[in-house]
């Protein structure tokens, strides 16, 4: 009954590879985000779709590609990794007539 | 500039005695709200409470309650009778935009460590 999962859980790869993270929510939310948690435990938006139309588009690399096929999924391609990538990237959902926002577990990206 | 500001140190706290988290915001916006996150070690991001710029009340969530100050522009989370489990990182986030299209603002964080 997981309300938001992430794959993977941990992803170590090297610099200059593409990697893709996966997102899904269960609860019939409208609206996904992914964040971005780097080493000093600080948050940051990204990106966020509602229903499947990307609103929020935060400065980040265009080698960041979000992708909604539907509004239960929100996944985050990253071309061409860098050492400052790594990080911890939370993907979060909310529904359309509230503010909550639910996190999923996180994936901890190891750029080598 | 830094919308949400925490600036306590890592606590510690004695079990069943209650803490009380610093969180001030800055916003023009009359309507937003105000969010506490908690991250265990395990590093996962739990909902703990929710404050709108609106409510006339409080907001309280078991042991957990908002003290809403908007004059002050503070939201500071009180952790009533501690437990071991409460040990974590805890983070103070505003709501910037309206359903559909609003994003959380984090502040950087308090650790807690409750201690037996």
């Known amino acids: 009954d997981t309300a938001v999962s992430q794959t993977p859980k941990y992803l170590v790869t090297q610099m200059g590879n593409d990697k893709s993270i996966k997102c899904e929510q269960n609860?019939?939310?409208?609206?996904m985000y992914w964040y971005k948690q780097d080493s000093k435990k600080f948050l940051k938006i990204m990106f966020s779709?509602?229903?499947?139309?990307?609103?929020i588009n935060e400065t980040v690399p265009n080698r960041f590609s979000p992708k909604s096929p539907d509004k239960a999924h929100l996944n985050l391609h990253i071309n061409s990794l860098e050492l400052g990538d790594s990080a911890v990237y939370f993907c979060?959902?909310?529904?359309?007539?509230?503010?909550?926002?639910?996190f999923g577990p996180g994936t901890r990206l190891t750029v080598t | 500039a830094q919308k949400i500001t925490q600036t306590q140190p890592g606590m510690f706290v004695q079990e069943k005695e209650a803490v009380t988290l610093d969180c001030t915001y800055d916003?023009?916006?009359?309507?937003?709200?105000l969010f506490w996150y908690k991250q265990p070690s395990s590093g996962e991001m739990i909902f703990l409470i929710y404050q709108g710029s609106y409510d006339q009340q409080n907001a309280t969530e078991g042991r957990y309650s908002l003290n809403f100050q908007k004059a002050r522009k503070s939201a500071n989370l009180v952790i009533s009778a501690s437990q071991l489990g409460d040990s974590a990182m805890y983070f103070c986030?505003?709501?910037?935009?309206?359903?559909?299209?609003?994003?959380?603002?984090f502040g950087k964080g308090n650790q807690v460590v409750v201690i037996p």
């Open positions: 986030a505003m709501r910037e935009g309206h359903y559909g299209n609003n994003r959380l603002a």
């Open positions: 609860l019939g939310h409208d609206t």
């Open positions: 979060a959902s909310s529904a359309s007539k509230t503010y909550e926002q639910y």
């Open positions: 779709y509602n229903n499947k139309e990307l609103i």
């Open positions: 916003t023009s916006d009359p309507s937003y709200g």
